[in-house]
């Protein structure tokens, strides 16, 4: 009787899955127009002001007002979608691409119960995630524990794609950073108006993979305590293109070539270690500790061929108080397995919360 090694099993899945989605020809690479300006030292600089050190710089979110349709109602649910303009600074939208200055959102909320008794999280997207759909589908059971739902659509992705971005392979390194930096804007600006505008009695903010670290940031920054909830997430996008399978789907030659141009011979080993420094500038562990870090839950998992245990025990290690818990499985296999925890997470992290005491 042959035994099979579950665990090893989900690794396995990941790393065909990788080899599939990033080692064939199917698509280019990551990054295939450099590192994203025709001067390294301007394109640093510009990173260096995506991510200033962050110690105590809870800067104040901006006001939005979106403009809202019905998408569908029915007696008890109304689906909505929202735009308005990206909430970054200028020096922010001259480097976005036009398609990104829009942000679009959809908000799924129940409508029998007032806003000062619902709780909102915020869904924040994954690698390749361009649709609304599948968040929605994680977070609509969540409407019978009045939990509404708001789903922010990337820049980058969807209908704020770039023209020349074949799906998720952003162009350059730099757009990495644009996206994380526009993200984090509009969705404190989107809790500022849950709270200000809506009228919600508590808020959250939640993403998978890569959306998971741009929650975590979130929750750290925002000036008010949030339910921060990171599901298969790494503490750094260094764990993501420099060690796990996304480094499979990077395009290392053409950094190297870039540089190249700009008169900077390297190697391919130093060319990773360039991306590595460029890129520990999304290390959370950086970030300041979250106003509540008890309603802070990672959800991990076991075996996961993206995401190696260590780095979601640093970032728990960074935040005393915040919560880890593991499912069993690979990245590929929890995304597709493990919605139920993921809710279970955003329930228990949102009862951790006071809820907010109604206006007078």
């Known amino acids: 009787m042959v035994t099979v090694n579950i665990g090893m099993l989900h690794y396995v899945i990941d790393h065909i899955y990788g080899a599939f989605m990033h080692r064939t020809k199917i698509s280019p690479p990551f990054f295939s127009r450099g590192w994203g300006g025709s001067k390294l030292e301007l394109l640093e600089r510009m990173i260096k002001d995506l991510f200033p050190e962050v110690e105590g710089q809870n800067w104040p979110p901006t006001l939005i007002q979106p403009i809202w349709r019905t998408v569908w109602e029915t007696r008890t649910t109304c689906l909505r979608?929202?735009?308005?303009?990206?909430?970054?600074?200028?020096?922010?939208?001259?480097?976005?691409?036009?398609?990104?200055?829009?942000?679009?959102?959809?908000?799924?909320?129940?409508?029998?119960?007032?806003?000062?008794?619902?709780?909102?999280?915020?869904?924040?997207?994954?690698?390749?995630?361009?649709?609304?759909?599948?968040?929605?589908?994680?977070?609509?059971?969540?409407?019978?524990?009045?939990?509404?739902?708001?789903?922010?659509e990337s820049p980058f992705y969807g209908r704020r794609r770039p023209m020349l971005q074949h799906g998720a392979k952003l162009l350059c390194v730099s757009d990495l950073l644009l996206l994380g930096r526009a993200t984090i804007e509009e969705t404190r600006s989107l809790l500022h108006w849950l709270d200000s505008e809506g009228g919600f009695g508590k808020m959250g903010v939640c993403g998978l993979s890569m959306g998971g670290v741009h929650a975590a940031m979130v929750g750290s920054l925002h000036p008010t305590p949030v339910a921060t909830l990171p599901f298969l997430s790494p503490h750094s996008a260094v764990v993501?293109?420099?060690?796990?399978?996304?480094?499979?789907?990077?395009?290392?030659?053409?950094?190297?070539?870039?540089?190249?141009?700009?008169?900077?011979?390297?190697?391919?080993?130093?060319?990773?270690?360039?991306?590595?420094?460029?890129?520990?500038?999304?290390?959370?562990?950086?970030?300041?500790?979250?106003?509540?870090?008890?309603?802070?839950i990672f959800v991990?998992?076991?075996?996961?061929?993206?995401?190696?245990?260590h780095s979601v025990l640093e970032l728990q290690k960074a935040w005393p108080g915040s919560e880890v818990?593991?499912?069993?499985?690979?990245?590929?296999?929890?995304?597709?397995?493990?919605?139920?925890?993921?809710?279970?997470?955003?329930?228990?992290?949102?009862?951790?919360?006071?809820?907010?005491?109604?206006?007078?």
């Open 300 to 309: 991990a998992a076991t075996d996961d061929g993206y995401i190696p245990k």
């Open 81 to 152: 979608e929202g735009v308005f303009r990206t909430t970054c600074d200028e020096q922010l939208i001259s480097a976005l691409p036009p398609e990104s200055h829009t942000a679009r959102v959809a908000f799924l909320a129940p409508k029998c119960v007032p806003p000062q008794k619902t709780a909102c999280v915020v869904h924040l997207a994954g690698t390749g995630d361009h649709t609304f759909d599948r968040r929605l589908r994680l977070g609509g059971p969540l409407l019978k524990q009045n939990i509404a739902s708001m789903v922010l």
């Open 240 to 296: 993501a293109f420099c060690d796990g399978i996304l480094r499979y789907g990077t395009a290392w030659e053409a950094l190297r070539e870039d540089l190249a141009v700009q008169k900077t011979v390297m190697t391919l080993e130093e060319v990773r270690q360039r991306m590595r420094n460029v890129l520990s500038l999304t290390d959370v562990t950086r970030f300041p500790i979250p106003k509540n870090p008890n309603a802070v």
């Open 325 to 360: 818990r593991w499912v069993t499985g690979g990245h590929v296999s929890s995304f597709l397995l493990h919605n139920d925890e993921f809710r279970r997470a955003i329930v228990d992290g949102l009862n951790r919360l006071e809820w907010k005491e109604p206006p007078l």
